[in-house]
Nanobody
Framework: QVQLVESGGGLVQAGGSLRLSCAAS??????MGWYRQTPGKQREPVAS???????NYVDSVKGRFTISRDSAKNTLYLQMNSLKPEDTAVYYC?????????WGQGTQVTVSS
């Protein structure tokens, strides 16, 4: 059973920073990343990283968010800088392995104006 445990969400003022963490119970993966969801909207991809290195970001967070992974800790991070109220959402970590997606429980990020 693959488990993903997220942490790091919270309340921050616009312009501030947060770092989300996602600890995985396994060390192998094809891709890992973050999605976010606001009430009444579909979950949208935010950032991803492939096992061989390449990263990808949604246009709205480019230059502000950075995805990274500590392989020794099996932990994925999302450094979020220059946060905006529109970044407010529940952020979900995912891990993709052999065609199966595994999800974390989500962590709330709230950015006040």
């Amino acid at each position: 059973q693959v488990q993903l445990v997220e942490s790091g969400g919270g309340l921050v003022q616009a312009g501030g920073s947060l770092r989300l963490s996602c600890a995985a119970s396994i060390s192998i993966f094809n891709a890992m990343g973050w999605y976010r969801q606001t009430p009444g909207k579909q979950r949208e991809p935010v950032a991803s990283i492939r096992s061989y290195g390449p990263t990808n970001y949604v246009d709205s967070v480019k230059g502000r968010f950075t995805i990274s992974r500590d392989s020794a800790k099996n932990t994925l991070y999302l450094q979020m800088n220059s946060l905006k109220p529109e970044d407010t959402a529940v952020y979900y970590c995912y891990l993709q392995l052999s065609g199966i997606d595994y999800w974390g429980q989500g962590t709330q990020v709230t950015v006040s104006s």
